[in-house]
């Protein structure tokens, strides 16, 4: 029975390196990898009459044999040797093999593991591909690509720069490698200092530079916004090197700035309606309180003439003199109370006392213990400012009456340092920041924006135990002086009588 020859082990079979397996004696091929059929491109059987000396031609019968005897007859021993490896379209490539001994049914074998060599040659066709890729990389990127350096004595330089940089900086890149400073030249003064302080962090740290400011441009006579965004990295000799990109921002910045002056004008067309709408609410308050109390009164004092004069013996007629008399009563306290909606009389008595009785009407009609506190019994607020705070403690008010479900509430109203502070808060279920979202929710976002007309701020927070915290900040311009007329006086307390009794906000 003929032995069959001896083959790789199914794991060199699928290495990824060249594995060969020859007679030790004839040198004949008896099996290879797949890695190495593959490079070579032999069919079966034409790589089945290959020897070590046809597979390397360059190699001479003397040099194989003078490696093959440092081998011994030691099974595991190695030697290494480098070949020209000739695939079957007559080409060659370098190969350094590590040759080894095997047995095999008591025949002798070698082992020969391939790896490839890169020539002179195939290392620049190489690098000429990467350099290709990436001069086709930076040539399709908008913007700047370049490399800055940093010396240890100050020095700076730029070793790389792309064509990018005539059409960003109106310079070309020999320019900026002969002369750097002239980078640092063109930004703008206002931006320097910001330019410079970015880039000491992003040396001391070695963390990204991001940077946005404006140059000019004296080639266009024009100012543009650039960014910059780089990676550091230390250099042996203390120098610190960034790889990144330059862009031009300016469209889109000229358009957030266009957005924020748009948002600027609609903040102050709101805060004009607001006015105008406040102004026609007291106009209209006035004239209804004036006009049509003055009428109504008038009317009672003639009713009361007439109803005097009645016959007693006409019981009808009285009756219904009593009817329009309550009619007219009625009527009296429906224009008390739509003059109080529209415009409540006690803001001429200032902020706190508006904000007093506003607490106690909310505690007589939602039937809520509420408390208020106010630092200083006067605060000296112009009119326009008093009603839009006056109107932001109101919304707040109505919205914990209607989804808060507290059972007490707390408004407190102080000035220190300058500034006003309104704190409206209530142990109810709190807010969600679902709530805040809702496309049709208008009430946070109104009284957000009644306190940016005011020039100050609006938070919502969690209250510890539960509920919800709102307060307003406002600078006030004012000396301190001015704001508070009445600094002798104590803090003054309202509330509702389960106030009084221990049940509201401490």
């Avoid at 069959?4 to 030790?24: F, K, R, T």
């Avoid at 640092?184 to 931006?191: E, F, G, M, N, R």
């Avoid at 009407?361 to 019994?377: D, L």
């Avoid at 704190?423 to 009284?447: C, H, Q």
Wanted: one cysteine or more; charged letters at 20%; proline letters at 4%.
């Amino acid at each position: 029975m003929k032995t069959p020859l001896p083959q790789l082990a199914p794991a060199m079979q699928a290495s990824q390196a060249e594995i060969y397996l020859y007679d030790a004696t004839t040198l004949q091929l008896l099996d290879a990898s797949q890695a190495a059929r593959d490079k070579l491109g032999y069919s079966p059987q034409e790589l089945a009459a290959q020897t070590a000396l046809t597979l390397a031609p360059q190699l001479s019968t003397q040099q194989l044999a003078a490696v093959i005897d440092t081998l011994g007859e030691t099974i595991g021993a190695q030697a290494t040797l480098q070949v020209q490896q000739r695939r079957r379209d007559a080409s060659l490539y370098p190969l350094r093999l590590r040759l080894s001994r095997a047995d095999r049914h008591g025949r002798a074998l070698l082992l020969a593991a391939g790896d490839e060599l890169s020539t002179p040659q195939t290392a620049a066709t190489a690098l000429e591909q990467v350099q290709s890729r990436f001069n086709a990389i930076v040539s399709n990127t908008p913007g700047l690509v370049y490399q800055f350096c940093l010396h240890a004595d100050g020095q700076t330089a730029f070793p790389y720069l792309s064509e990018g940089c005539q059409a960003l900086l109106g310079l070309n890149p020999m320019q900026l490698h002969a002369q750097p400073e002239l980078f640092l030249q063109l930004i703008l003064a206002d931006d320097r200092a910001s330019y410079l302080e970015a880039m000491q962090i992003s040396k001391r740290s070695l963390w990204n530079w991001n940077w946005e400011g404006r140059i000019w441009v004296d080639a266009w006579k024009d100012v543009k916004w650039i960014n910059l965004r780089a990676t550091p990295r230390a250099l042996p000799d203390g120098t610190v090197q960034w790889e990144g990109i330059m862009s031009n921002i300016t469209e889109s910045r000229l358009e957030q700035i266009e957005v924020r002056l748009s948002r600027a004008r609609l903040a102050e067309l709101t805060a004009h309606i607001d006015k105008v709408k406040e102004h026609e609410r007291t106009r209209i308050a006035r004239e209804l309180h004036d006009d049509l109390g003055g009428n109504l009164t008038a009317i009672k004092m003639a009713m009361a003439m007439l109803v005097s004069r009645l016959p007693p013996s006409n019981p009808i007629l009285q009756e219904k003199a009593d009817y329009v008399d309550s009619l007219v009563d009625r009527t009296i306290d429906a224009v008390h109370r739509i003059s109080l909606d529209l415009r409540p009389s006690m803001l001429d008595l200032g902020l706190a006392a508006a904000l007093d009785w506003q607490v106690q009407e909310f505690a007589r009609q939602a039937g809520i213990a509420c408390e208020f506190t106010a630092s200083h019994q006067d605060i000296a607020l112009e009119l326009d400012q008093a009603t839009s705070l006056f109107r932001i403690a109101q919304e707040a008010l109505t919205n914990i009456a209607k989804h808060a479900q507290a059972s007490k509430v707390s408004v407190r109203l102080a000035v220190q340092h300058q500034q006003l502070s309104l704190k409206i808060s209530d142990n109810g279920v709190g807010v969600r920041a679902s709530d805040r979202a809702k496309p049709l929710s208008f009430g946070i976002r109104g009284m957000a924006e009644r306190a940016n007309a005011l020039g100050g701020s609006l938070h919502l927070a969690d209250a510890p135990g539960g509920g919800t915290i709102l307060s307003i900040k406002v600078r006030l311009s004012a000396p301190r002086e001015a704001i508070i007329a009445a600094a002798d006086h104590g803090p003054t307390r309202a509330g509702s009588q389960q106030d009084q009794d221990g049940h509201g906000l401490a």
